[in-house]
């Protein structure tokens, strides 16, 4: 897949490349957001019908790339019982270093749902590249998986690794480029929020049972 950056666009966020930012709020801030025909916002429970939606955590990663996570669970109600399921949508954006900053490109953008099993997956996906790419070489693609929305590729170069998704209902195609001890810190964050989701989704179902719903 094509990772090259389109720096003619000039619709661009100037965004100053500090790192991995674990409360990164300035991305979304708290507009709402409107993802497969569910409205919910970051910091609000919001009830859409008969399913609410419950926040956990929005967060940030910004390396050659900006990448933010939002985490959710849905709660349905259905003959009298809840059932209730976990959400976290990764939005991928990239990015073209300049001056000391980075800009990203709003149409390059690509929004992805995995669950938390999901993004530990790929978390443990992008460790185990490291081993297989001592004997698989380079190009070669270390990982493929299918999301509900999308296919994710994992292939690297000689000093570079690569996410690779491609959305199956538009075709849209994003590269994501890292170093490795980005890399690393990518699968840290992935495995961070996988936690921090499943712990909400546990407590939160426990609390229903407790209810007696």
Do not use: W
Request: net charge neutral; with cysteine; hydrophobic share 30%.
């Amino acid at each position: 897949m094509n990772n090259n950056y389109n720096q003619n666009n000039n619709n661009y966020d100037n965004v100053n490349n500090q790192g991995s930012h674990e409360n990164n709020q300035g991305y979304y801030g708290n507009n709402t957001q409107d993802d497969v025909n569910n409205t919910y916002t970051d910091t609000d429970i919001v009830q859409k019908g008969d399913t609410i939606f419950h926040p956990i955590a929005y967060r940030g990663f910004s390396a050659n790339s900006l990448i933010t996570f939002n985490s959710f669970i849905q709660e349905k109600k259905d003959s009298g019982n809840s059932f209730v399921t976990d959400v976290v949508f990764i939005v991928f954006r990239e990015g073209v270093r300049s001056n000391n900053s980075t800009q990203y490109n709003k149409q390059t953008e690509i929004k992805i749902k995995f669950n938390a099993i999901e993004l530990r997956a790929l978390g443990y996906a992008i460790r185990n590249s490291f081993k297989l790419k001592k004997s698989a070489g380079e190009g070669v693609i270390l990982y493929k998986a299918n999301t509900a929305s999308a296919e994710v590729q994992i292939n690297t170069s000689k000093d570079m690794y690569y996410i690779n998704c491609i959305k199956y209902d538009s075709g849209k195609k994003i590269g994501v480029s890292f170093d490795q001890y980005n890399f690393l810190a990518f699968s840290d964050t992935l495995k961070n929020m996988a936690d921090l989701t499943e712990s909400f989704l546990y407590k939160h179902q426990r609390a229903i049972k407790n209810q007696g719903v």
